[in-house]
């Protein structure tokens, strides 16, 4: 299995909603990442996680808190966001945090009314 | 910080060409760079990496070289198709595995 799944692939929700974005990899590797994507635009990282501890945050709003409850699972739960925080959201992993190659997931496109 | 530019944003050619794609960066320190493509709204597909101790990679009708010292990457295409219209993102990887992403080239080939 070389695939990064993620769910939804379209989610709408209003500024009150909370919401969760779900990521799973079965290739067995270490490092999970959450990555925002605004139209046109290149892909920004958000949140890195390795061995299922949080490595990077990028100065993310707390509205987004994202979650690694295991290897293979990466959350990003969602609360109280705002329109502008509509985008492509993208999971990635890789085998570890050192120099491997990312894979990227499909995305779900979030809406924010 | 590390700032990735690709040239040209946009690109256009007949089926049957060969291309380049340019990508530049402004700091050599990098781990290693790394080609992908998008269709539009979708995720992102890994084409080649490129280690920093690497000069190139090919895989298929792609290579991809590395100059790092002059911070500077290429993607070659050859014999394209209308199936590579996509847009293609290099990413440079400054440390763990922190990826910068350039700004894109959309290309489009015309059958």
């Known amino acids: 299995d070389t695939e990064v799944t993620q769910t939804p692939k379209h989610l709408v929700m209003g500024m009150t909603n909370k919401k969760s974005l779900k990521c799973e990899q079965h290739m067995g590797h270490r490092a999970m990442y959450w990555y925002k994507q605004k139209a046109k635009k290149p892909p920004e990282l958000m949140f890195v996680y390795s061995y299922e501890k949080l490595s990077i945050n990028e100065s993310v709003p707390s509205r987004f808190s994202p979650e690694c409850p295991n290897s293979s699972l990466l959350n990003l739960h969602l609360h109280a966001l705002q329109p502008e925080d509509s985008a492509l959201y993208l999971c990635?992993?890789?085998?570890?945090?050192?120099?491997?190659?990312?894979?990227f997931g499909p995305g779900t496109r979030l809406t924010v009314l | 910080k590390q700032e990735v530019t690709q040239i040209p944003a946009a690109l256009s050619v007949p089926e049957g060409e060969n291309l380049v794609l340019n990508c530049s960066f402004t700091?050599?320190?990098?781990?290693?760079l790394q080609w992908f493509r998008q269709d539009p709204g979708k995720g992102l597909t890994s084409l080649l990496l490129i280690q920093s101790s690497q000069r190139e990679q090919t895989s298929g009708r792609l290579n991809a070289s590395l100059d790092k010292s002059s911070g500077r990457s290429t993607l070659y295409i050859a014999a394209s198709q209308p199936g590579d219209s996509a847009t293609y993102l290099c990413?440079?990887?400054?440390?763990?595995?922190?990826?910068?992403f350039g700004t894109g080239t959309r290309l489009t080939v015309i059958p």
């Open positions: 700091d050599s320190a990098i781990y290693n």
């Open positions: 990413a440079v990887n400054t440390g763990a595995n922190n990826l910068f």
């Open positions: 990635a992993s890789s085998h570890t945090l050192l120099q491997d190659e990312q894979f």
